[in-house]
């Protein structure tokens, strides 16, 4: 028996091992993500007279009136969250949170192009939200045993 005979059983099992860390890498992207944009929901709800004021004179939301750009935005960032938490419809959810995020940095865009940081961090989330669309959401959600009843089906 050669060396790279002796080896497979090993590189298998470090393959499956690497595998199942992916797994939780894909939770932990979609936890993170979420919670992101879940506490950015929850900020605007508190005072929804702040976040109205803020959208009719900071936020320069194109095209749309800023009352229901301030309630779609503060839709999306509470309820697609909530959907990428459990990995259902996992894929529509970051879809719109990409859309949510682009929005964001096209509305503010006078202050993010002056504060780097700041724009760093949503092209930071947009790539992870990216892994999310790309890749999907991996085993652990509830769009993996739904796939996988469908294939049984």
Do not use: C
Request: aromatic residues 10%.
């Amino acid at each position: 028996m050669t060396l790279i005979e002796k080896a497979l059983p090993l590189l298998g099992a470090g393959r499956n091992a690497l595998n199942s860390f992916a797994s939780l890498l894909d939770l932990g992207i979609r936890l993170y993500i979420s919670k992101v944009f879940f506490l950015s929901g929850l900020t605007k709800i508190r005072d929804w007279d702040t976040t109205l004021t803020l959208f009719r004179e900071e936020y320069h939301v194109p095209v749309v009136p800023p009352e229901l750009a301030a309630f779609m935005g503060t839709a999306g960032e509470l309820m697609l969250p909530v959907f990428l938490t459990i990995g259902l419809a996992t894929r529509f959810a970051a879809l719109g949170l990409t859309f949510v995020n682009i929005m964001a940095v096209v509305s503010y865009w006078h202050v993010l192009n002056m504060a780097e940081p700041a724009l760093a961090q949503h092209v930071y989330w947009g790539v992870l939200i990216l892994v999310i669309l790309l890749h999907g959401p991996g085993k652990l959600s509830l769009d993996a045993v739904v796939w996988k009843r469908m294939k049984h089906d």
